[in-house]
């Protein structure tokens, strides 16, 4: 079993206008990574980028510079790998 959250628990997830900081980083590693990569290594990519490239930028100082950082839970036993059908 995998599980991804875009956060960990009882911590909030940010957002901006193109969506969830997790969903935008997870495409964008699937997209880059995702026949090169096992989806433990592209999940490792995807946190990293979200804990580094995102930052909150709000009117109110309580939210604003604040940062996020995925948690990955896994219980894999073997690398999955995506191949590309021809």
Avoid at 37 to 53: F, G, M, P, Q, R
Wanted: aromatic fraction near 12%; proline fraction near 3%; charge should be positive.
């Amino acid at each position: 079993m995998l599980i991804a959250y875009s956060t960990v628990p009882n911590f909030v997830a940010w957002r901006n206008n193109k969506g969830s900081w997790f969903i935008e980083a997870l495409c964008d590693a699937l997209k880059k990574y995702g026949y090169v990569h096992d989806l433990l290594t592209i999940l490792t990519l995807v946190n990293h980028k979200v804990a580094i490239e995102f930052e909150s930028n709000a009117a109110d100082p309580k939210k604003n510079k604040k940062k996020q950082i995925p948690c990955i839970t896994s219980m894999l036993t073997r690398f999955v790998k995506f191949e590309k059908k021809n």
